[in-house]
């Protein structure tokens, strides 16, 4: 079975950083685009960035110049640096990954979610 486990977040003062990480395991044959979401309290997920099996990557204005996505395509895991953070950055973040995932039976392309860690960013 497919999971994505999520690590990092915390609590930061406004103008600090953290790192989060994102590992999927189980019977993976290919990840294609992977990518991090956010919900704040009161507000839709939104998406944060993404990045593509080959490192293209796509910002949300209000994060450009700020985060920086990356992945490590044979730990099957990706990264969310993100830097000079603002209390409107405060939200819980979801992993995401289109994946294709095997078994005896079948082999199935789908997304997958994370369980979210939450990002607390004080003014």
């Known amino acids: 079975q497919v999971q994505l486990v999520e690590s990092g977040g915390g609590l930061v003062q406004a103008g600090g950083s953290l790192r989060l990480s994102c590992a999927a395991s189980?019977?993976?044959?290919?990840?294609?685009?992977m990518g991090w979401y956010r919900q704040a309290p009161g507000k839709q997920r939104e998406l944060v960035a993404v990045?593509?099996?080959?490192?293209?990557?796509n910002y949300t204005d209000a994060v450009k110049g700020r985060f920086t996505i990356s992945r490590d395509n044979a730990k099957k895991t990706v990264f969310l640096q993100m830097n000079s953070l603002k209390p409107e950055d405060t939200a819980v973040y979801y992993c995401?990954?289109?994946?294709?995932?095997?078994?005896?039976?079948?082999?199935?392309?789908?997304?997958?979610w994370g369980q979210g860690t939450q990002v607390t960013v004080s003014s």
């Open positions: 990045i593509t099996s080959g490192g293209r990557t």
């Open positions: 189980g019977r993976i044959f290919t990840i294609n685009a």
């Open positions: 995401n990954a289109d994946l294709t995932d095997y078994s005896v039976t079948y082999v199935r392309t789908g997304t997958y």
